[in-house]
């Protein structure tokens, strides 16, 4: 991954009303060539303006190990793309945890995100803007 700064900004109110509005999103980290990797479903959460993502396996996922070696992306909300970096995200995990709660209950799957390996592979997803 780079160490050169990489041109982000806010959530735009479009942007976040179709986040509140999908319970899942869709990411895919970019390659070194620039192209996309699939894209794969995720649940999200927001923590004050930051925007949340985990891997069910943990830092071994194949789409969270792509997304933190490239550091950039998109995601799909509600049929909108959007370029984004995916920033490892530490030291919030409680805050996550509950977040996670509130958003989609207390199953199984919820269970399994709101501990390791999934809680040890939180991602903050930013989106990134030209000419910033």
């Known amino acids: 991954m780079s160490d050169v700064p990489l041109p982000s900004g806010p959530w735009t109110e479009h942007e976040l009303a179709q986040l509140d509005d999908s319970e899942l999103i869709r990411v895919a980290a970019a390659r070194a060539?620039?192209?996309l990797r699939p894209l794969v479903t995720v649940g999200h959460v927001r923590l004050g303006q930051?925007?949340?993502i985990r891997s069910l396996h943990g830092t071994s996922?194949?789409?969270?190990?792509?997304?933190v070696a490239s550091g950039r992306g998109e995601i799909e909300i509600g049929g909108l793309r959007v370029a984004v970096a995916?920033?490892?995200?530490?030291?919030r995990e409680a805050d996550v945890d509950q977040a996670l709660r509130s958003r989609?209950?207390?199953d199984a799957g919820v269970r399994?995100?709101?501990?390791s390996p999934a809680r040890d592979a939180t991602l903050r997803v930013v989106p990134l803007r030209t000419g910033v």
């Not at 996922?61 to 997304?67: L, T």
């Not at 995916?86 to 030291?91: C, N, Q, S, W």
């Not at 399994?112 to 501990?115: A, I």
């Open 104 to 106: 989609y209950g207390d």
């Open 86 to 91: 995916f920033l490892p995200d530490h030291g």
């Open 33 to 35: 060539d620039g192209t």
């Open 50 to 52: 930051d925007e949340l």
């Open 112 to 115: 399994r995100m709101t501990r």
């Open 61 to 67: 996922g194949a789409w969270y190990r792509a997304a």
